[in-house]
């Protein structure tokens, strides 16, 4: 949860810069920032779900971290 609260707060601080600066380069920035901040809304749940079930996927359970869990962390 804090990465995503970092992600938001961020993505909001940048889009509000961006969106002040009254160019369409900032318009653009702006844009591509809330559209950061709703790709990261709605891929915490998923991977909030995920983390409860990637354990199962280990390779091993002595090489634990491999496959599903190293790609969500």
């Known amino acids: 949860r804090p990465l995503f609260q970092s992600l938001q707060t961020l993505a909001d601080d940048n889009a509000s810069f961006f969106q002040g600066s009254g160019t369409e380069m900032g318009r653009r920035f702006a844009a591509a920032f809330a559209a950061l901040r709703e790709h990261g809304r709605r ?5 909030r779900h995920f983390a409860r079930l990637y354990h199962r996927f280990d390779l091993d359970e002595a090489t634990p971290g491999n496959g599903y869990r190293s790609l969500v962390q």
């Open 43 to 47: 891929l915490e749940p998923a991977l």
